[in-house]
């Protein structure tokens, strides 16, 4: 089974919808983040949590929430969905040591096309 | 000036030779360095980080870092078609802190058989 689980793999919604990401690990990592993925632009960081109680902005967090309901589960909102949050997702967790080599470990992505 | 800057390619190597990726960051205070891979529609896979300057090698793979410079590269010998791919440095710390992970855009690798 894979350590990280990201569900749905792909949504079609319309604008002005709630959509809900989930994502589940089983790696015991106390950090997880939320990334998007566009053509031309890398990842680029929404979201990231170091534990249940520490949930942090990134560097493109507006028109998006999350909820870290467990030390395994975090997920991303989009209140009110927009044509241009359509994009790939992804997840990651790393693992609390605050080495150098704190190395971020993806989930498959969810593909979210908002009409 | 981006943050972490790629050449996004493509990159065209034939089979068996030296694919060479390199990638530039402009905050000089970064502290580890990271090198994905990432196959069309699938999420990145760690290939290897670094953290010390010099090359650091792990089998067909080399990073190599030079702080002065503020350059990180990638070397893959023995290129084969299956690592036909996108590659992304990702660079951590720096003025944004330890937890800042910045990525580049990525090179796309073809190697040709």
């Known amino acids: 089974d894979a350590d990280v689980t990201q569900t749905p793999r792909n949504r079609i919604t319309k604008t002005g919808k709630r959509i809900m990401l989930e994502c589940s690990q089983t790696k015991g990592h106390d950090r997880m983040y939320w990334y998007r993925q566009d053509p031309g632009l890398g990842l680029r960081l929404i979201y990231y949590s170091f534990d249940v109680k520490d949930i942090n902005k990134g560097e493109i967090s507006d028109g998006y929430s999350v909820s870290r309901q467990a030390q395994a589960k975090f997920s991303l909102s989009l209140e009110s969905a927009i044509p241009n949050q359509t994009a790939l997702y992804f997840c990651?967790?790393?693992?609390?040591?605050?080495?150098?080599?704190?190395?971020?470990?993806f989930g498959p992505g969810t593909r979210l096309t908002v009409l | 000036q981006k943050e972490v800057e790629q050449n996004s390619g493509p990159l065209s190597v034939p089979e068996g030779a030296i694919a060479s990726l390199n990638c530039t960051y402009s905050?000089?205070?970064?502290?580890?360095f990271f090198w994905y891979r990432q196959y069309s529609g699938k999420s990145p896979e760690l290939i290897m980080f670094?953290?010390?300057?010099g090359d650091k090698e792990d089998g067909r793979f080399t990073a190599q870092l030079n702080k002065a410079s503020q350059y990180v590269s990638l070397l893959i010998r023995d290129s084969q078609p299956s690592d036909s791919a996108t590659y992304l440095c990702?660079?951590?710390?720096?003025?944004?802190?330890?937890?800042?992970?910045?990525f580049g855009t990525g090179t796309k690798l073809q190697v040709i058989p």
């Open positions: 905050d000089r205070g970064s502290q580890s």
């Open positions: 670094i953290y010390s300057n």
């Open positions: 990702a660079v951590r710390g720096g003025s944004g802190g330890y937890q800042k992970v910045t």
């Open positions: 990651a967790t790393s693992d609390r040591g605050g080495s150098s080599t704190d190395t971020q470990y």
